[in-house]
């Protein structure tokens, strides 16, 4: 999971950097209003690209994941009110 979401972010910045850089090396001798749109669309790439990096995929785990801790884990384990897992 965490392989594609980062292809997908490398993919979409590469995009955008692509972008600015061709609609101001080129795409600005033919068509000024047609450089700031791609330019536009290149602004809104990169927090798209954060969303998609750091969503939490079916599978993955974050808070609930044992820390090594006996202790701890049964600590918080007994504040949330879950049973020890075996």
């Given at each position: 999971?965490?392989?594609?979401?980062?292809?997908?972010?490398?993919?979409?910045?590469?995009?955008?950097?692509?972008?600015?850089?061709?609609?101001?090396?080129?795409?600005?001798?033919?068509?000024?209003?047609?450089?700031?749109?791609?330019?536009?669309?290149?602004?809104?790439?990169?927090?798209l690209a954060?969303i998609v990096?750091?969503?939490?995929?079916?599978?993955?785990?974050?808070?609930?994941?044992?820390?090594?801790?006996?202790?701890?884990?049964?600590?918080?384990?007994?504040?949330?009110?879950?049973?020890?897992?075996?």
């Amino acid at each position: 999971m965490y392989a594609r979401r980062r292809h997908a972010y490398f993919a979409m910045m590469g995009t955008c950097i692509g972008l600015f850089v061709l609609a101001w090396s080129v795409v600005r001798l033919w068509s000024m209003p047609v450089a700031v749109g791609m330019c536009v669309v290149a602004m809104v790439i990169p927090p798209l690209a954060a969303i998609v990096a750091n969503r939490r995929g079916p599978d993955d785990r974050w808070w609930d994941d044992p820390s090594g801790d006996t202790r701890s884990d049964e600590w918080w384990d007994e504040l949330d009110g879950r049973k020890r897992r075996p």
